[in-house]
Structure formats: C-alpha cells, structure tokens
C-alpha cells in the first residue's frame, strides 16, 4: 500500500554524554524530542475503514456504488487495498476488503 505521508523525524534531537567513568546519575536534562501525530495517517481516533467481505457478482465499482454513492470510487477502494488486491478486475467471494472513509 503507498502512502505519501511519512513521519517527519527531522526536529529530533538528543545528546547524551558518556556515562562510562561517571558514577552518578545520568543528566538527561538535554534530551529534547518533538512527536508529531501520526492520527491522520493511520487513522487512530477518525473515522475507520469498515471491511466488507466480497459475495458473488460484485466488483469494485459495484461495492463503491452501494457504499458511497459513485461507482468511480472504486480506485480509492483498489488503493487501500493493494495488500489483497493486484488486479481490480480480479476480486473474488470471500475475500475481505477495507473500505476506506471518504475524506
């Protein structure tokens, strides 16, 4: 599954000092970190892909029509489940797909 949202790891920053001849504590006092939500990448706390398990006769556009109204979303459907599926055209019954929610 692409995705074009990466964790920004760029503002972290630490320095520790050696602590092998010391024998107090280690200072941490410099340690700094910035943790930026990844809420809108995996979804946590949004709303949630629902799964939907494929039945006879169905194909991405059908499954996109009843669930969101267009047939043509059946791309967005095909792309949150690129794990499952390698051709479009190619689903068959039985197989349990996520079906994203629209944006």
Do not use: C
């Amino acid at each position: 599954m692409s995705n074009d949202k990466k964790a920004d790891f760029s503002g972290v920053t630490a320095k520790v000092d050696s602590t092998e001849n010391i024998k107090e504590k280690a200072d941490f006092s410099g340690v700094t970190a910035r943790v930026d939500s990844t809420e809108d990448i995996v979804g946590v706390g949004g709303p949630q892909a629902a799964s939907y398990t494929i039945a006879k006769g169905d194909t991405l556009s059908s499954i996109a029509q009843k669930h969101y109204g267009k047939a043509g979303a059946w791309k967005m459907i095909f792309e949150a489940n690129r794990d499952v599926i390698d051709d479009p055209d190619r689903i068959f019954p039985g197989q349990t797909i996520k079906l994203p929610p629209t944006e």
